[in-house]
């Protein structure tokens, strides 16, 4: 199985200063308190992690011991997984939770500080088209704010990571789509494919 499991940091993620490395995402109708610049707009909450992962099942065949081949079919794509903190945006999640109803297109984005100009640069994005909340639940004590845990499934995947030298300027390295419904790679997924930022603060 291949999973990726990411992070962020929690330093100065509110306020996109210093070395931090914050999870944003946007979602239609969830909205959320973001403050960072570029993010300040009420449609974006913050992740403290995320996880993803690809399965595979291995099969054998063949009629003699020692001489089997090794089938391999299409990986299964697993739900897209955050955690965070109880925030503006737990009801909403909760509730769709609850109805079942599709979020429409979600974005998830991985940000960076920029080398010298201070700007909040993407340097890795996911988009899930028809996404659905899986799953939610929530836990906390009397010493710490409640967090909780929400998992996505999604008709369709796509995400791209960029690089950078000077941490200025940011260029894709490789992008990752898939079709759930076609079984195919996803063909028009508009995830922006230049060697600018994907989401700059303005």
Known sequence: MLSLGLHGRTIGAQTGKGNTLPIYVKIPLIGG???????????????????FGVEREMKESGEKAGTEDINIGVGELQECTISKSMDSASGNLAQKAINGNSLGTAEIEFVEVAGTSGQAICYLKYKLERCFVKSWSTSGDADDRPTEEVAFYYNKIAFMYLATKDGEVFEPQGIMTWDNVKNKPWGDHGIQQSGDSLHQAE
């Open 33 to 51: 308190d973001a403050t960072t610049d570029g993010y300040e707009d009420g449609k974006w909450f913050v992740a403290d992690s995320f996880s």
